[in-house]
């Protein structure tokens, strides 16, 4: 007996709080699984591929929009709070350099976004934004705010994140033996430094309602991130982020974008899935590429060169940058940090353009 085409989907049958429950139970378990693998961005991949499932199959529950805007504000303060003034003089000192290598990954895959967009396989700013090689959420709630389509967008940065993260690890095992490293232990619930702790939930409302207010693109992200960036860098002002905070943002940033995928658009992705695979696999090329010229035009240390040029996985990237005593972390974070900030600047205008360029 084939099944009925007009049956409702097994979720809508149950009560919103049953729905509730079994999508926190079940990304507490997938990213506990992912975060034991150390699988990057676990934290919020576990929970969006449980939101994906149930919104998928039905589900009728959605994050309220206070909780998401309270989730992009976290966000924001997290990246405000990893810009380093330490950044400056390492960037002063070989900018032409740093600046050059950042444009071109930039421009590169912005080709590769208008590439997608030119064989139909994604819509023009969709395909831009998630060929973006920046912090991956932040192009994910920039996009949003863009218009493009957060959930086809976060298939690509996070499924890129985990290529190159896994790449990086690969290479980095040629030049150092990290097999005896042993990861820092996650602290949950640190001591909370209520003033650390009350400046970053200061930051992140007036930075989310100032952003609002003057009507900032991506407001609440945007306008956190920004704050939060002149206390630390001008200032010298800490925000406290303690672990159980953050890993509720990001499961709120990822059941966000799950439960609003259907079928139809589950569908799209995976039809979609050879193409993204080898647009990354041409950017992460590309990357290749530029370190091999750092290294052998400029003397670059190759496996600092490769790190640096990695084209996303930020936090992968720096935890293997940092377990090896032959790279040059500076140098790492510095191009990977303003790579993400020329994304951020002129990502609105280069999806732009490129969706009018598609059109015309």
């Not at 991949?45 to 309270?70: K, W």
């Not at 994604?122 to 218009?147: I, N, Q, R």
């Not at 200061?202 to 952003?211: D, F, M, P």
């Not at 790492?332 to 009018?356: C, D, E, H, N, S």
Request: net charge neutral; charged share 10%.
């Amino acid at each position: 007996m084939k099944p009925d085409p007009q049956a409702p989907a097994p979720l809508t049958a149950m009560k919103p709080w049953q729905q509730w429950l079994l999508l926190l139970g079940c990304s507490v378990l997938v990213a506990g699984v992912l975060e034991a693998v150390h699988l990057p961005a676990a934290l919020l991949v576990g929970p969006m591929l449980v939101a994906i499932a149930l919104g998928s199959s039905g589900a009728t529950i959605r994050v309220p929009r206070p909780l998401f805007i309270s989730a992009q504000a976290l966000i924001g303060c997290l990246v405000a709070s990893s810009i380093s003034p330490g950044i400056f003089p390492t960037f002063y000192s070989e900018w032409p350099l740093f600046l050059g290598t950042a444009v071109a990954t930039v421009a590169a895959s912005s080709f590769l976004g208008w590439f997608i967009s030119r064989l139909k396989v994604l819509p023009g700013t969709t395909a831009v934004w998630g060929s973006a090689p920046g912090a991956a959420t932040a192009m994910v709630l920039m996009a949003d705010a863009f218009g493009a389509d957060a959930r086809l967008v976060a298939f690509m940065q996070y499924l890129r994140v985990i290529m190159v993260s896994i790449a990086a690890a690969l290479v980095a095992r040629l030049w150092v033996d990290t097999s005896g490293v042993e990861v820092a232990a996650v602290e949950w619930f640190p001591a909370i430094q209520w003033q650390a702790f009350g400046t970053m939930l200061v930051v992140a409302v007036v930075g989310g309602t100032l952003g609002h207010l003057l009507r900032i693109p991506s407001p609440y992200f945007v306008g956190a991130m920004t704050l939060g960036a002149a206390l630390n860098l001008g200032l010298g002002i800490e925000l406290q982020l303690p672990e159980w905070l953050l890993a509720t943002g990001y499961a709120l940033v990822g059941w966000s974008i799950g439960l609003n995928f259907t079928r139809p658009i589950l569908r799209h992705a995976a039809r979609a899935l050879p193409q993204v695979i080898g647009s990354i696999a041409a950017l992460m090329t590309f990357c290749g590429m530029l370190a091999w010229g750092l290294h052998y035009l400029l003397g670059v240390d190759p496996l600092t060169a490769y790190l640096a040029t990695s084209p996303g996985g930020m936090d992968s990237i720096a935890i293997i940058a940092a377990a090896a005593d032959n790279v040059d972390l500076s140098f790492v974070l510095t191009l990977q940090m303003l790579r993400f900030l020329l994304v951020l600047i002129f990502g609105p205008a280069l999806a732009k353009l490129v969706a009018k360029t598609i059109r015309t």
